[in-house]
């Protein structure tokens, strides 16, 4: 299945942008620092639901599915700092997954036209990848968001959202010169750009609405105690042979997903209801046949989702759902301990933690 993927999928150089960065008007030359040290803290995102997901099939490299996504407090530290001398871009000896930190920082570096040598440490979050938690994705989106700031944000945040999606990419194993291009819905790039707990990203990587949440909302995460750990080529393989079935769920309800979203969970929201999206979150995942398309990524989701349906159905949380294909599953509630015990009860391993509201936080930096 590899060399079909490979086909299909070709693998990219790291830090060669497959999508260029576009800003209007053009600067004439690259931007200069601002500062020799940038240090920050990016949240994560839980991506509670594709708007069509007929459209995770990938379109001239582009995948215009859209979602709809949580920012919670699971944050990643980004340290980026000027060089004197060195490679272009080097990590440092604990940097957490080296290969993408070097990605983003190089991508960055190419697309803005800089010169200056980097060094780059990331502290992740303490959690497997291949959650459904977006950590490849959020893993770019902060060192390129940090390297950003050290050249005083060149690229608007919503130009950086984009960019970032269409240049997506994902490890592969025993190769850290090239990456996957792996789907990219833009919402963990959002979820430090863009302030705001709840969000939709429109279909073309356009963060649309934003939302906040209320202070004493908790977000419950249920997730297997062995996780299938995957190679990057294996978990596409695995997603793109179900491929017809996300075509089918996005055909059939893409339509009413987004007539309910627009016109009565958002505006619910705003007015401090989480009802309706809730039980727009619940029908999708539940009902809609997400979780059966997603059943790929863990041999007992199916049986999981039976056993949390009730944490929504006995009104334990106001949002049940799964994060992107799984196999985690979230619950935002104001009764943490009861959502922690039904998914504990289900064989799940359990994290909790907070909604946020305010994209990524800045630390002091040194002026150059």
Same mark, same amino acid.
């Given at each position: 299945?590899?060399?079909?993927?490979?086909?299909?999928? !070709?693998?990219?150089?790291?830090?060669?942008?497959?999508?260029?960065?576009?800003?209007?008007?053009?600067?004439?030359?690259?931007?200069?620092?601002?500062?020799?040290?940038?240090?920050?803290? +990016?949240?994560?995102?839980?991506?509670?639901?594709?708007?069509?997901?007929?459209?995770?099939?990938?379109?001239?490299?582009? +995948?215009?599915?859209? =979602?709809?996504?949580?920012?919670?407090?699971?944050?990643?530290?980004?340290?980026? =700092?000027?060089? $004197?001398? $060195?490679?272009?871009?080097?990590?440092?000896?604990?940097?957490?997954?080296?290969?993408?930190?070097?990605?983003?920082?190089?991508?960055?570096?190419?697309?803005?036209?800089?010169?200056?040598?980097?060094?780059?440490?990331?502290?992740? !979050?303490?959690?497997?990848? /291949?959650?459904?938690?977006?950590?490849?994705?959020?893993?770019?989106?902060?060192?390129?968001?940090?390297?950003?700031?050290?050249?005083?944000?060149?690229?608007?945040?919503?130009?950086?959202?984009?960019?970032?999606?269409?240049?997506? #990419?994902?490890?592969?194993?025993?190769?850290?010169? /090239?990456?996957?291009?792996?789907?990219?819905?833009?919402?963990?790039?959002?979820? #430090?750009?863009?302030? $705001?707990?709840?969000?939709?990203?429109?279909?073309?990587?356009?963060?649309?609405?934003?939302?906040?949440?209320?202070?004493?909302?908790?977000?419950?995460? $249920?997730?297997?105690?062995?996780?299938?750990?995957?190679?990057?080529?294996?978990?596409?393989?695995?997603?793109?042979?179900?491929?017809?079935?996300?075509?089918?769920?996005?055909?059939?309800? #893409?339509?009413?997903?987004?007539?309910?979203?627009?016109?009565?969970?958002?505006?619910?929201?705003?007015?401090?209801?989480?009802?309706?999206?809730?039980?727009?979150?619940?029908? +999708?995942?539940?009902?809609?046949?997400?979780?059966?398309?997603?059943?790929?990524?863990?041999?007992?989701?199916?049986?999981?989702?039976?056993?949390?349906?009730?944490?929504?159905?006995?009104?334990?949380?106001?949002?049940?759902?799964?994060?992107?294909?799984?196999?985690?599953?979230?619950?935002?509630?104001?009764?943490?301990?009861?959502?922690?015990?039904?998914?504990?009860?289900? #064989?799940?391993?359990?994290?909790?933690?907070?909604?946020?509201?305010?994209?990524?936080?800045?630390?002091?930096?040194? =002026?150059?």
């Amino acid at each position: 299945m590899s060399a079909s993927i490979d086909s299909d999928f !070709p693998p990219f150089p790291l830090g060669a942008p497959r999508s260029p960065l576009t800003l209007d008007p053009r600067p004439s030359n690259p931007p200069q620092p601002v500062a020799d040290h940038v240090r920050l803290d +990016y949240p994560s995102r839980i991506n509670a639901m594709a708007l069509d997901s007929s459209k995770i099939v990938p379109s001239q490299g582009a +995948y215009l599915a859209g =979602e709809l996504l949580f920012a919670c407090d699971l944050m990643r530290r980004v340290e980026v =700092e000027i060089v $004197g001398d $060195g490679p272009t871009v080097q990590t440092t000896a604990d940097c957490d997954h080296p290969v993408l930190a070097r990605h983003a920082a190089l991508l960055m570096r190419a697309a803005l036209g800089t010169r200056e040598r980097l060094r780059v440490r990331v502290s992740a !979050p303490d959690l497997p990848a /291949h959650l459904g938690l977006g950590s490849s994705s959020g893993q770019i989106a902060a060192v390129a968001a940090a390297v950003n700031e050290l050249y005083g944000r060149p690229v608007p945040a919503r130009r950086l959202v984009k960019f970032l999606a269409l240049n997506h #990419g994902e490890e592969i194993d025993h190769d850290d010169g /090239h990456l996957l291009p792996v789907q990219c819905l833009g919402g963990s790039a959002a979820a #430090g750009l863009i302030p $705001g707990a709840v969000q939709v990203i429109a279909g073309a990587h356009v963060p649309l609405l934003q939302a906040a949440l209320p202070e004493d909302m908790r977000i419950v995460l $249920g997730m297997p105690h062995d996780p299938v750990i995957w190679d990057a080529r294996d978990s596409l393989a695995a997603e793109a042979r179900h491929f017809d079935a996300f075509t089918t769920t996005g055909r059939t309800y #893409g339509p009413e997903i987004a007539y309910r979203l627009l016109h009565d969970a958002w505006p619910a929201l705003l007015d401090g209801d989480l009802g309706p999206l809730g039980s727009l979150l619940f029908d +999708y995942r539940f009902r809609m046949g997400s979780l059966a398309n997603c059943a790929f990524s863990h041999p007992e989701l199916l049986a999981t989702g039976e056993k949390v349906e009730h944490i929504f159905t006995e009104h334990l949380a106001e949002v049940l759902t799964l994060s992107s294909v799984g196999p985690t599953f979230a619950a935002l509630t104001r009764t943490p301990e009861r959502c922690e015990q039904a998914f504990a009860d289900a #064989g799940l391993r359990t994290v909790r933690c907070r909604s946020w509201n305010s994209g990524y936080t800045l630390h002091g930096q040194e =002026e150059q």
